[in-house]
């Protein structure tokens, strides 16, 4: 069973940094991409920045130039390096996999964490 578990999250001030992570185990053939969404009160949750197996990247506008996503394929790990974080920058983070899980090819499926609060305020 594969399962993500998230870390970093907290409490920080308006231009402040945080690192978050999130490690994939259980049994995973491939990882196609992992990615961060995040979703605050009364609001839809929404892509913050995707890593995929080639190493290219997507960020929101929003965040862009602000968040790093990172990955380390060795431990299946991704990283969301987030830098002068604003208020509006506020939510439940949940990271995200597409994988293959097992140990032969097959169907790719979507994993989600359970989530970590990111509060950013004085």
């Known amino acids: 069973q594969v399962q993500l578990v998230e870390s970093g999250g907290g409490l920080v001030q308006p231009g402040g940094s945080l690192r978050l992570s999130c490690a994939a185990s259980?049994?995973?053939?491939?990882?196609?991409?992992m990615g961060w969404y995040r979703q605050a009160p009364g609001k839809q949750r929404e892509l913050v920045a995707v890593i995929r197996s080639g190493s290219s990247t997507n960020y929101a506008d929003s965040v862009k130039g602000r968040f790093t996503i990172s990955r380390d394929n060795a431990k299946n790990t991704v990283y969301l390096q987030m830098s002068s974080l604003k208020p509006e920058d506020t939510a439940v983070y949940y990271c995200?996999?597409?994988?293959?899980?097992?140990?032969?090819?097959?169907?790719?499926?979507?994993?989600w964490g359970q989530g970590t609060q990111v509060t950013v305020s004085s």
């Open positions: 995200n996999a597409q994988l293959v899980p097992g140990t032969v090819w097959g169907s790719s499926n979507n994993y």
């Open positions: 259980g049994s995973i053939f491939s990882i196609n991409a």
